[in-house]
């Protein structure tokens, strides 16, 4: 009799086991004491009415009570892994079809890139890279570069003085420009000279979209015999399609600089669907040819030796390249800008 009620009773629990849902943390809680409790659980008071059967038969329900056991165990242990708390707190299985989260790895800034990319085509092109210093005297960034005493560039609307001194040619200054460069180079070495000089320059004017009291210039300058205004186009020309594609608009503008005659300004067209004429010139540096007293300030024979020089605008350049309309993003570090690109 206590042997039919025994295995009656074994059968019921393996059906409650198998069958009680654990769908949190408190249910798995509520099982484990239920059936797994060490007083009073369902199991172990299975256990002790084991005593009720004769001993013969005691061995066969045991290991029956046994192995319902470990499926409650299992039950169990199958549970807490599926409801184990992920790492946003909540205990449901992560949605794998979910994106994944985004990692922020850095970049470099919009101005390094572009500046990396106008060095790299004037190395293609046989140029070598050259720095100068951003605090210059007056003979590198004015006189050599046969800027008249009364010039408007030496002005103090554009210049910012570091030291003014009792006349003109005692003033040192934040360069204004990276030409002076060209003065350092060829007070060093005779042409053949072929190079670049990338760097900052400063000047004091009113900042707006289109102007900053701080920018970069990439100064190019090419000295040899017989250097034409043609060999400056077509270098010119290489440049803008390697940058802007072959399908690139640019125009030669006379223009005026004291340093090289005859002087010209370079544009790039910049297609604005929302703009009445479909876009707009957009200027990015000046060249020209280097005037003979240039060459004569630095000891280089101007009968003998030609050269062109030019200077071009990298901010310019970068928002041309990534459509951006104010200069001054590239100074506010503004992730939310920076992360662009
Ligand atoms: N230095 C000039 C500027 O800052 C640009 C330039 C460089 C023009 C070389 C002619 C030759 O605007």
Excluded at 92 to 115: A, K, N, V, Y
Excluded at 243 to 262: A, C, H, I, N, Q
Excluded at 279 to 306: Q, S
Aim: contains cysteine.
């Amino acid at each position: 009799m206590a042997t039919v009620s025994l295995h009656e009773a074994l059968e019921a629990l393996r059906q409650e086991i198998t069958q009680t849902p654990i769908d949190s943390e408190a249910a798995a809680e509520a099982f484990r004491i239920r059936f797994l409790g060490q007083r009073s659980g369902q199991l172990t008071h299975l256990f002790k009415r084991l005593r009720e059967l004769p001993p013969e038969e005691r061995p066969l329900l045991g290991g029956q009570l046994n192995a319902l056991k470990r499926l409650a165990e299992q039950r169990l242990e199958e549970a807490r892994l599926r409801l184990r708390p992920t790492p946003t707190g909540s205990a449901e299985i992560p949605d794998l079809t979910l994106p994944g989260r985004r990692m922020f790895t850095g970049s470099l800034h919009p101005l390094t890139q572009t500046l990396e990319a106008i060095v790299r085509v004037f190395e293609q092109l046989g140029f070598a890279v050259v720095e100068g210093p951003e605090i210059e005297d007056d003979w590198h960034n004015f006189s050599a570069l046969n800027f008249p005493p009364d010039h408007p560039a030496r002005d103090m609307q554009d210049t910012f003085f570091l030291h003014q001194g009792a006349s003109y040619a005692e003033a040192v200054v934040l360069r204004t420009h990276t030409s002076p460069v060209q003065i350092r180079v060829m007070e060093r070495m005779q042409p053949p000279i072929r190079i670049i000089a990338p760097g900052r320059v400063y000047r004091n004017e009113a900042v707006s979209y289109k102007s900053f009291c701080l920018f970069h210039q990439v100064e190019g300058l090419y000295v040899d015999q017989n250097v034409s205004m043609g060999d400056l186009k077509q270098t010119l020309h290489l440049f803008a399609q390697a940058l802007f594609g072959k399908d690139v608009r640019m125009r030669f503008r006379p223009s005026y600089f004291p340093f090289t005659e005859p002087s010209a300004e370079v544009d790039i067209w910049w297609p604005l669907p929302d703009h009445p004429e479909g876009g707009r010139w957009m200027e990015i540096l000046g060249c020209g040819m280097v005037h003979p007293n240039v060459f004569r300030a630095v000891g280089i024979d101007p009968e003998r030796y030609t050269g062109y020089a030019f200077g071009m605008g990298v901010e310019r350049i970068a928002m041309l390249r990534y459509g951006i309309d104010d200069i001054r993003l590239f100074y506010e570090n503004d992730v939310r800008f920076l992360e662009q690109f």
